[in-house]
């Protein structure tokens, strides 16, 4: 019996999820939330050996809550469930340590089939991520990543981009109001952006947010 927690912010799809895998007698349910830094807690304090992870996630993107849980429990299996793919956010899923990404829009059907495959020890890919990642290999250039931004730039990157104050993003993180802005100048050297704007352009373009008009 797989030990399981659903990371999902859309509560709907959360609930969800939690009803129909209450069913499954290979799965017990031992935490569900809908931030990714509730979810790193809830992931430390109780260590699952299986996860279904959205990939936008509030506070902290599903990618950068992986790469920390994966540090730690790095037997964990990892079936992304997402409502947005593009190419450099299945590499970045992947290189953090997933082991299947299934699109939401491929049904619930798709889903219990990608979760039972990863559970099992495989790897499983949606039809739409498995379409995307042939492109991926066809044309490698367009998952190129920003790995040049360190952990808690990237972090930062995300806190801004939702809007957050130097002041909100200092507290949320347990840092200092010039620490915030330290990072913010050197975020802003390194994309050769200049204002909060195309920060937050930036981080729709490479996956830590979803665009405001798009729902």
């Known amino acids: ?11 709907a799809i959360r609930e969800m999820l939690v009803e ?13 939330c809908g931030d990714g830094q509730t979810a790193l807690s809830l992931c430390l304090e109780e260590k699952p050996d299986l996860l279904v992870l959205d990939a936008k996630l509030p506070g902290l993107n599903g990618v950068d809550l992986l790469r920390r849980v994966v540090r730690q429990l790095p037997q964990v299996r990892v079936l992304v469930f997402s409502g947005y793919e593009n190419p450099v956010l299945v590499r970045e899923m992947l290189e953090a340590g997933a082991h299947g990404f299934v699109e939401k829009t491929a049904g619930l059907t798709e889903f219990k089939k990608g979760l039972h495959t990863v ?4 790897t499983y890919f949606g039809p739409s991520v498995a379409a995307l990642m042939r492109d991926v290999v066809a044309n490698p250039a367009a998952s190129q990543t920003a790995d040049f931004l360190t952990e808690r730039e990237r972090e930062i990157l995300q806190l801004v981009a939702e809007s957050h104050s130097t002041k909100e993003i200092a507290l949320k ?36 947010i979803e665009s405001k008009t798009t729902g």
């Not at 559970?119 to 495989?122: C, D, K």
């Open 1 to 11: 019996m797989h030990r399981l927690i659903i990371i999902e912010d859309q509560t």
């Open 20 to 32: 129909i895998l209450k069913t499954e007698s290979d799965y017990v349910l031992v935490g569900e």
């Open 119 to 122: 559970a099992s020890g495989g």
């Open 173 to 208: 993180l347990g840092i200092s109001v010039k620490t915030v802005d330290n990072h913010r100048t050197n975020l802003m050297r390194k994309l050769n952006l200049h204002d909060v704007a195309s920060l937050t352009r930036y981080a729709v373009d490479i996956g830590l």
